[in-house]
C-alpha cells in the first residue's frame, strides 16, 4: 500500500530555514506528480507547492513562491521540501501528498516558526 513518511520538521525562528523529506513507498513513485500540504492551527489543508514526474516543472502558490523549492530524487523515491525565510504563518504540519488536496498523504512532520 502507499506509504509516505515525512521528516524534517522542527523549530526554527522566523528567517530560518528547513529541509523536509518524505520517504515514498508502494507505488511506483517516478510516474505521480508529487505535492507539498500544509494545515495550520485551526484552518484546512492549503497546498503548497507541486512537481511533475521528472522533476522539471515545479508550481507555488504567491504565499511561499520565491522561498520554497520542491525537488525530488526518483531514484530514492524521496520528495524534499526546501524553506527559507521563514515565517510565522509558516507554522504547520506539513504533509507529502499524492494528490493536490492531500487525500493521500503521509502522517505529516510540525514546523514551529517562532518570531
Known amino acids: 500500500q502507499v506509504q509516505l513518511e515525512e521528516s524534517g520538521g522542527g523549530l526554527v525562528q522566523a528567517g530560518g530555514s528547513l529541509r523536509l523529506s518524505c520517504a515514498a513507498s508502494g507505488f511506483t513513485f517516478s510516474i505521480f506528480c508529487m505535492y507539498w500540504v500544509r494545515q495550520a492551527p485551526g484552518k484546512g489543508l492549503e497546498w503548497v507547492s507541486a512537481?511533475?514526474?521528472?522533476?522539471?516543472?515545479?508550481y507555488y502558490p504567491d504565499s511561499v513562491k520565491g522561498r520554497f523549492t520542491i525537488s525530488r530524487d526518483n531514484a530514492k523515491n524521496t520528495l524534499y521540501l526546501q524553506m527559507n525565510s521563514l515565517r510565522s504563518e509558516n507554522t504547520a504540519v506539513y504533509y507529502c501528498a499524492k494528490d493536490k488536496i492531500g487525500a493521500t498523504r503521509g502522517q505529516g512532520t510540525q514546523v514551529t516558526v517562532s518570531s
Open positions: 512537481i511533475n514526474p521528472g522533476g522539471d516543472n515545479t
